[in-house]
């Protein structure tokens, strides 16, 4: 049971760059988030959604854009990248809106050179 | 403004001391998680409350929520090296309709 796979782990982007964070979840979680983790700033939520085909942004969302094209997977994408953009992220799930618990991905480490 | 406040930011103790960490709010909430963070790891839910005063227990962990459902506290027995981590509390702002708020975290740290 893989629960939330994200890839890659790590990257190194030249400012500028673009790149694509993939979200993967097999538990059939109708709701995923993208949170960024930087130190004294804790967890902020750039995007999420509440189902396939839909988005909507966080509390960071500037910088990047999302898609949920199928139940499973969450893109996050940087079209170009910026040293502020440096941090770990993090991919999350959960099985409804409410009092349900966040299944967490293990994090991409993410510099902006 | 951080809506959920917690307290120490960091601690460092003795394998086998006891300690209590703090999340703090002016506000109400429904219910409010407690997550667990490894170095290189996401967090990990470790346990939800949901009613005012409610206590939980998880081997040595014991989770209180407040009365009014503005606070909770984490308290530790015996701490151990593998209690070692981040600490998180979330929860949801505007009575759940939204994803939720973690605080900035207490990061523990237990020397044997």
């Known amino acids: 049971n893989a629960g939330v796979t994200q890839t890659p782990k790590f990257r190194v982007l030249k400012t500028g760059q673009s790149m694509t964070l993939l979200c993967a979840q097999d538990?059939?979680?109708?709701?995923m988030y993208w949170y960024r983790q930087d130190p004294g700033m804790g967890l902020r939520l750039i995007h999420y959604s509440v189902g396939e085909g839909t988005t909507a942004k966080g509390e960071v969302p500037d910088g990047y854009n999302v898609s949920r094209l199928k139940k499973q997977n969450f893109l996050l994408g940087l079209e170009s990248a910026a040293p502020s953009q440096t941090s770990v992220y993090f991919c999350a799930s959960s099985y409804g809106r409410k009092n349900y618990g966040y299944t967490f991905g293990s994090g991409t480490r993410l510099t902006v050179v | 403004t951080q809506l959920l406040e917690q307290s120490p930011q960091f601690l460092s103790i003795q394998e086998g001391e006891n300690l209590t960490v703090y999340c703090n709010s002016s506000s109400v909430f429904s219910s409010l998680q407690w997550y667990r963070q490894e170095p290189g790891e996401g967090p990990v839910l470790l346990v939800t409350v949901v009613t005012g005063g409610e206590v939980k227990k998880l081997k040595r962990l014991t989770f209180q929520f407040g009365d009014a459902r503005k606070d909770s506290s984490l308290h530790i027995t015996a701490a151990q090296p593998g209690d070692t981590g981040l600490y998180l509390c979330?929860?949801?702002?505007?009575?759940?309709?939204?994803?939720?708020?973690f605080g900035k975290g207490t990061r523990l740290s237990v020397i044997a």
């Open positions: 538990m059939n979680h109708e709701y």
């Open positions: 979330a929860a949801h702002r505007n009575s759940g309709n939204t994803p939720l708020v």
